[in-house]
Structures are given as structure tokens and as C-alpha cells.
């Protein structure tokens, strides 16, 4: 596995509404897609569905222009184990 980082950005984005989290995430995965889906699963939420002419809001995890993920080769976290997000703590949610 490899221990990936989950930086936010355009957090002024309405899709912050669709997560329960809007932090710094790392994630243990076999590749950022499956790093990305893990937060998109821990932190999605429902959300009302916007007005006719408005965007729904997607949960920001899942879409590329709203997270940066990078591998984290210096990490403290272990690459021994089954995916999962390492922080936060997801039973703090």
C-alpha cells in the first residue's frame, strides 16, 4: 500500500456541503483513485437538491479540482494494512 495526503482547495465551493469534512485527510490506498474514493465514502453526505439552473453539490472528495493527493513517501503512518483513511479519526464523525 502507499500512504497517501488529501489537501482541500476551493473550499469557498458549494460541493463542501456534500462532506461531513473539509481537512487535511491521509489516506493508506493502492492508488490515489482508491485514496480519493475512501474520503468521498467517510465524509459524503446528503444534500438538498439545488434549484432548477444550479449545480447540484457532488461530494468534493470524489471531484479533482477540489482536492490535491499526493503520495506521502516521508509519512509516519504505516503502509502495512487494508486501505482506510489514518487521519482524522474517522470515529470522531
Known amino acids: 500500500m ?10 469557498n465551493s458549494h460541493h463542501w456541503d ?3 469534512y473539509q481537512g487535511v485527510v491521509i489516506a493508506r490506498a493502492e492508488n490515489e483513485k482508491n485514496a480519493l474514493r475512501k474520503a468521498t465514502l467517510v465524509f459524503c453526505i446528503a444534500v438538498e437538491i439545488k434549484s432548477k439552473g444550479q449545480s447540484t453539490a457532488i461530494n468534493p472528495w470524489i471531484l ?12 509516519k503512518y504505516s503502509i502495512d494494512g487494508d486501505e ?5 479519526n474517522i470515529n470522531d464523525f
Do not use: M, Q, R, W
Open 2 to 11: 502507499k500512504i497517501f495526503k488529501l489537501d482541500p482547495k476551493n473550499l
Open 18 to 20: 456534500a462532506s461531513t
Open 64 to 75: 479533482g479540482d477540489h482536492v490535491d493527493c499526493k503520495e506521502d513517501n516521508n509519512s
Open 84 to 88: 482506510e483513511i489514518l487521519y482524522p
